[in-house]
């Protein structure tokens, strides 16, 4: 693609110097990716996105975008953009058209979205799909080949290439989270959606956006003004999922374009669950659409888990399928790697999950709640992260110390920030009388370890806020640590303990 033809399609690019016929053969945002031949997009701000333009144009780049003002060496055509991350998302949908061919189901929310994505995966192969999965835990296909990925949302370029290869592997559906980060950095600018599932909304993220309301303006978008096309046959129009319970679906609604499909527990959603139990392993419950109605029974423990299983069933009844084909795709899915994950034999119970919001902690004890009897005891340890929004540490320490009967704090990933900053805002939320049952261990794995062997054989002991996750993040290093593995391992130790 000529450089002029290209340009032609992006908005805001404005010419500063050079040939405008030049040949184009790739794009990148990354200075170490630049070659020849390739148009490179300066993200960074001022002085470093100057320095890494001059490192594109040292390695061979056609030539660079750059924001107004970026003082840098070397010789090519150059452009400038206001917003260079918008400019690489519309040169990007210019430059891979026509790809992605096959649908997209962008699924966002501050919690659920991965379990969803899975669980949305799992429904639509039942209409003969190879499905592949694109969020937290990388890209996923069906032969359970794992990509990792450092972003929930990938970058766009990274995004484009595995659109690329998924349908030259004979693909014929996505299903990707999409997180307020990647929709505020234009990641999935131009990509074309055929249906977008929002799952719920709390404080999360002010680090980023600073307020509840930005951040609601940010997930909005994802409906409001990302490109839509239809699904297909089955679903002649693109089409919207959204939990008609959540304090901001009203909000969702006013934006939402095309057909909406809501979910939940009650009797006015469009898909419903019905007579729903739930114990430490499964969910029980009988799906319902109108006047139909199925009998599910979910790997998976917790309310919140049948709240993700309706939206992905939302999403088999906008694609045409029917509820039995549904019930057997959610079925299908035996375990969420660090979503209620149980981990040992059945003498003990332990539980390993990703809850790090306020909300996501609430809902996740208030299901564990309902799990444990007279004379039981819920145990939970959490922490939360450094450099990351401080607000919901009151929030996340109040609902831990409200709900659990023991709570153990510790590390999460403290990164650059003082554990101990991070401790003292926790325990602002933690009233007087709560603190005799609270004890605080910052060694995360002797936290852990000490959790274990308070715990009766009765008791459950939850372990809240790293999930999946097999690394911990201390100042700037990043060191294997994967909470599933310590408990297992202390388990076992106690097994061999008289």
């Not at 003082?71 to 991350?85: H, M, Y």
């Not at 990007?92 to 991965?114: D, E, L, S, W």
């Not at 799992?122 to 990509?147: H, P, Y």
Request: net charge neutral.
């Amino acid at each position: 693609m000529k450089l002029s033809e290209l340009v032609g399609q992006v908005k805001g690019l404005v010419w500063v110097n050079g040939s405008s016929e030049t040949d184009i053969v790739g794009l990148a945002d990354d200075s170490r990716h630049a070659a020849a031949g390739k148009l490179f997009f300066a993200l960074s701000p001022g002085e470093t996105a100057g320095r890494h333009a001059s490192e594109a144009l040292a390695r061979g780049a056609a030539a660079v975008v750059v924001p107004p003002g970026a003082a840098f060496e070397g010789s090519g055509p150059i452009l400038t953009a206001r917003d260079c991350r918008a400019a690489l998302a519309d040169a990007a949908a210019a430059f891979f058209a026509p790809t992605p061919r096959f649908p997209i189901v962008g699924i966002t929310g501050t919690n659920g979205k991965t379990t969803t994505t899975l669980m949305t995966a799992a429904v639509l192969r039942q209409s003969g799909r190879k499905v592949a999965v694109i969020g937290t835990l990388g890209t996923l296909r069906d032969d359970g080949c794992r990509e990792p990925s450092p972003n929930t949302t990938p970058g766009l370029l990274p995004l484009y290439a595995t659109f690329r290869a998924l349908e030259e592997e004979g693909y014929g559906a996505v299903a990707m989270e999409v997180s307020s980060q990647g929709i505020v950095q234009h990641r999935i600018r131009g990509i074309p959606f055929s249906a977008a599932v929002w799952t719920n909304l709390s404080p999360e993220h002010f680090e980023l956006h600073g307020d509840l309301e930005t951040y609601r303006q940010a997930k909005l978008a994802l409906f409001r003004d990302c490109e839509h096309r239809p699904a297909g046959p089955a679903a002649p129009e693109f089409f919207n999922v959204l939990n008609g319970s959540d304090d901001s679906f009203g909000h969702f609604s006013a934006a939402a374009r095309g057909r909406t499909f809501t979910f939940g527990l009650h009797s006015s959603a469009d898909v419903r669950a019905e007579d729903v139990r739930t114990d430490f392993r499964a969910s029980r419950f009988t799906l319902a659409h109108g006047s139909q109605r199925c009998p599910v029974t979910l790997a998976l423990g917790g309310d919140f888990n049948v709240q993700n299983a309706l939206a992905a069933a939302a999403v088999g009844i906008g694609f045409g399928l029917d509820l039995t084909a549904i019930a057997r795709g959610l079925e299908s899915v035996r375990e969420v790697p660090g979503r209620f994950q149980a981990i040992g034999g059945d003498d003990r119970r332990v539980l390993v999950d990703y809850a790090h919001t306020s909300e996501g902690m609430e809902k996740l004890l208030h299901s564990c709640r309902a799990l444990v009897g007279p004379g039981e005891r819920l145990i939970v340890v959490f922490g939360c992260g450094g450099d990351r929004d401080r607000t919901k540490r009151p929030r996340m320490g109040s609902v831990a110390a409200a709900l659990a009967d023991l709570c153990i704090v510790t590390n999460d990933n403290p990164r650059t920030e003082s554990p101990q900053q991070i401790l003292a805002d926790i325990l602002t939320g933690i009233p007087q009388e709560h603190r005799p049952r609270l004890t605080i261990e910052l060694d995360r794995e002797r936290a852990i370890r000490l959790a274990l062997s308070m715990a009766r054989p009765a008791d459950l002991v939850v372990i809240a806020g790293k999930g999946h996750e097999d690394y911990q993040i201390l100042g700037t290093q990043r060191i294997h640590f994967d909470d599933r593995e310590v408990v297992a391992a202390a388990l076992e130790e106690l097994r061999r303990t008289p």
